[in-house]
């Protein structure tokens, strides 16, 4: 079973701080992804990487950025918070076509 | 433009009654469809595909190119299948990027 992990389910931040949301595949997929997932909104794909230190934006990159340093970890970074970003974030991995998910970190930004 | 339009925000019935949840694609090409399902409080997972042509959960979904539709049906409803439900085309000039539907929340009343 692949398994993907995230680093927190649930996140409350602070508007300007640097928020870092990590995300963990143990199958060795190449590709990984961002989301974020907003009711109304489905999901929408922030960036991805088919990888190591390989980065491509998404629909939604506008204050965001990656850090794929390794192949089993990939970093959401939000510089600095805006409420705007308060929203559910899933990480998912893929060898080819089927992408797998995490359980989601919900972020709230006060 | 390649899409995934799924009509439905929202679609309730009764248990045992059929359920179909439609998805309709706009793609120039040879696409792979794909249904992923979310439960409450659980991470957003691969229902099926339809290069596999299986039923999952008693659900089957026919790929449908004449009418660029992939929907996805079971007979009778249970009232486990409410979920959300997301249909999903991969881009085959970039094997590694999903588009997505919208989604469409299913109820099943008891």
């Known amino acids: 079973d692949v398994k993907v992990t995230q680093s927190s389910r649930y996140l409350v931040k602070r508007t300007g701080e640097k928020v870092f949301l990590e995300c963990v595949q143990d199958?060795?997929?190449?590709?990984m992804f961002w989301y974020r997932q907003d009711p109304g909104l489905g999901l929408r794909l922030i960036y991805f990487s088919y990888d190591v230190k390989m980065k491509e934006k998404g629909d939604i990159p506008e204050g965001y950025s990656v850090s794929r340093e390794k192949k089993e970890r990939f970093s959401l970074i939000l510089e600095s918070a805006s409420t705007n970003q308060t929203s559910m974030y899933l990480c998912?991995?893929?060898?080819?076509?089927?992408?797998?998910f995490g359980p989601g970190t919900r972020l709230t930004v006060l | 433009a390649q899409r995934v339009t799924q009509p439905e925000k929202l679609l309730s019935v009764f248990k045992g009654a059929p359920v179909e949840l439609k998805c309709n694609y706009s793609?120039?090409?040879?696409?792979?469809l794909f249904w992923y399902v979310q439960y409450s409080r659980q991470r957003l997972q691969l229902l099926l595909r339809h290069i596999s042509r299986e039923s999952i959960k008693g659900f089957t979904a026919d790929l449908n190119k004449g009418e660029t539709s992939f929907h996805l049906k079971k007979p009778f409803a249970q009232e486990e299948d409410s979920a959300m439900y997301y249909c999903a085309l991969i881009n085959a000039g970039n094997n590694r990027k999903l588009i997505w539907g919208l989604g469409t929340s299913l109820a099943v009343n008891p």
């Open positions: 793609y120039s090409g040879s696409p792979e």
């Open positions: 998912a991995s893929s060898s080819g076509r089927a992408q797998y």
């Open positions: 199958m060795d997929h190449e590709n």
